[in-house]
T-cell receptor
Framework: KAGVTQTPRYLIKTRGQQVTLSCSPI?????VSWYQQTPGQGLQFLFE???????NKGNFPGRFSGRQFSNSRSEMNVSTLELGDSALYLCASSLGTGTNEKLFFGSGTQLSVL | DAKTTQPNSMESNEEEPVHLPCNHSTISGTDYIHWYRQLPSQGPEYVIHGLTSNVNNRMASLAIAEDRKSSTLILHRATLRDAAVYYC?????????????FGSGTRLSIRP
């Protein structure tokens, strides 16, 4: 069974640009959640999508948005990039049916904003 | 979500058992205790979880105190591949499935 796939693996952008990150969940998983990881703040929850609907949202500005397609694949968009957006962005997938199910994480997209 | 407290770092020798502690004094009756670990250059991976009783799986064991205010993740025989950051997390069964509040975790180093 293929794992969670995130593309691209590395990305370099400049301030003010926008970026789109992609996540393909494990086959059969309907929930995709996104996390930002930085050395200073650690792992922080961004949002979760389940069956194409945002089910939960963390404390991030509106520049961070996402969507989920009918095949459960998800994209995350960050507009008007700031230097502080440099981070590892991780996506996780799960069946989405219960709190105690396992989350399966991808290897992440390393975003550098110059 | 209730908060957990873990040591910043620990060191152990290869092929010896490792006990990773976690304090969660404000745990509620509906909180499950989960452990994830993050190896270098990878996303976190699930290790184990439990509610009240001790739990075992192929990766590790979870020992939960009787009052549930603390727990210990036990790696029975550490290998170099177990070097990672270990996160102890509380997840309320009534909250969103995927919203996990990660703490700073314990960075485990293994000496050959």
């Amino acid at each position: 069974k293929a794992g969670v796939t995130q593309t691209p693996r590395y990305l370099i952008k400049t301030r003010g640009q926008q970026v789109t990150l992609s996540c393909s969940p494990i086959s059969g998983h309907r929930s995709v959640s996104w996390y930002q990881q930085t050395p200073g703040q650690g792992l922080q929850f961004l949002f979760e999508y389940f069956s194409e609907t945002q089910r939960n949202k963390g404390n991030f500005p509106g520049r961070f948005s996402g969507r989920q397609f009918s095949n459960s694949r998800s994209e995350m968009n960050v507009s008007t990039l700031e230097l502080g957006d440099s981070a590892l962005y991780l996506c996780a997938s799960s069946l989405g049916t219960g709190t105690n199910e396992k989350l399966f994480f991808g290897s992440g997209t390393q975003l550098s904003v110059l | 979500d209730a908060k957990t407290t873990q040591p910043n770092s620990m060191e152990s020798n290869e092929e010896e058992p490792v006990h990773l502690p976690c304090n969660h004094s404000t745990i509620s009756g509906t909180d499950y205790i989960h452990w994830y670990r993050q190896l270098p250059s990878q996303g976190p991976e699930y290790v184990i979880h439990g509610l009240t009783s001790n739990v075992n799986n192929r990766m590790a064991s979870l020992a939960i105190a009787e009052d549930r205010k603390s727990s210990t993740l036990i790696l029975h025989r550490a290998t170099l591949r177990d070097a990672a950051v270990y996160y102890c997390i509380l997840r309320d069964w009534s909250s969103s499935a995927s919203k996990i509040i990660f703490g700073s975790g314990t960075r485990l180093s293994i000496r050959p």
